[in-house]
């Protein structure tokens, strides 16, 4: 089925201002229990502030990300946020999202990304802005997401930046394997902003309990295991629980998906 992503989805944004160059590694943001505009806020859970990327990531502030995601939707470059969103649509799709990825799975879904025209629709031209849609920046709102995208998610960020298609055989005797299994799919992100956001996952779960790493409850002495908790709000009930991860940190091997409906916390329950 197709879920909200949650904070896992954080990684996309922070890779997409990367790119548009409209975030850097050095950008730091303030967080006073979350994210305030007018007299609303997205809220989050407490932490040293403010933050540079790499602490974002392994912190999960949801504040960090809503400005990461303001600067690409308000980019000065596009004549307005419609445009920004379409362009942001696109980024999000060559992470395989938004569409069926194309697999060998019988009965695969492609999920839901926003766009300009149907925010124009639900609040009319110009009747929407960065606030209104502010939910999508940790990965909430009308992004829905399977659990075999998110795992494509884990491979594309442990690749620097391409994954395959996800297929059930890799060979076998007598059976002409689809050479589409074997294509490399990139995103529009270039490599060295995928190490900027690894350096983050690794430290979620490597920096010790404690020390705001919200995933060190899978670390495993030596597997050098990268990940990126997330909780996400579910409309018909608890919160699922996510995780994923990827290991090692050089030269990995395998990436995981965990997603548990109506679980609670990610740390909690996803990551173990």
């Known amino acids: 089925a197709a879920y909200p992503p949650g904070s896992v989805f954080k990684l996309v944004n922070g890779l997409i201002g990367l790119q548009e160059g409209t975030l850097t590694t050095e950008n730091a943001y303030p967080c006073a229990g979350g994210y305030h505009f007018g007299n609303h806020k997205l809220g989050c859970h407490n932490h040293k502030s403010p933050l540079a990327l790499e602490e974002a990531v392994m912190m999960s502030c949801n504040a960090y990300f809503c400005y990461a995601l303001r600067n690409v939707l308000e980019n000065k470059k596009y004549s307005n946020i419609g445009e920004a969103l379409d362009k942001w649509n696109e980024y999000v799709q060559s992470f395989g999202f938004g569409h069926k990825l194309g697999s060998d799975f019988p009965a695969e879904l492609?999920?839901?990304?926003?766009?300009?025209?149907?925010?124009?629709?639900?609040?009319?031209?110009?009747?929407?802005?960065?606030?209104?849609?502010?939910?999508?920046?940790?990965?909430?709102g009308e992004i829905g997401v399977t659990p075999l995208q998110i795992a494509n998610l884990a491979a594309t960020v442990a690749n620097r930046g391409w994954y395959r298609i996800p297929h059930i055989i890799?060979?076998?005797?007598?059976?002409?394997?689809?050479?589409?299994?074997?294509?490399?799919?990139?995103?529009?992100?270039?490599?060295?902003?995928?190490?900027?956001?690894?350096?983050?996952?690794?430290?979620?779960?490597?920096?010790?309990?404690?020390?705001?790493?919200?995933?060190s409850v899978a670390a495993v002495p030596g597997l050098d295991i990268c990940g990126k908790t997330g909780t996400a709000q579910n409309p018909r009930g608890a919160d699922n629980s996510v995780f994923i991860c990827f290991a090692p940190k050089d030269n990995p091997k395998i990436a995981v998906a965990a997603y548990i409906e109506n679980a609670g916390f990610g740390a909690t329950w996803a990551a173990p």
């Open 110 to 140: 492609g999920g839901t990304l926003p766009t300009s025209k149907m925010y124009n629709k639900r609040y009319g031209e110009n009747g929407w802005k960065f606030t209104t849609i502010i939910s999508i920046s940790i990965g909430q």
């Open 170 to 215: 890799k060979s076998s005797e007598g059976v002409e394997i689809d050479p589409k299994y074997n294509e490399k799919q990139y995103t529009m992100v270039d490599t060295t902003n995928f190490k900027k956001v690894i350096n983050g996952m690794w430290r979620a779960v490597n920096s010790g309990y404690g020390s705001g790493g919200t995933a």
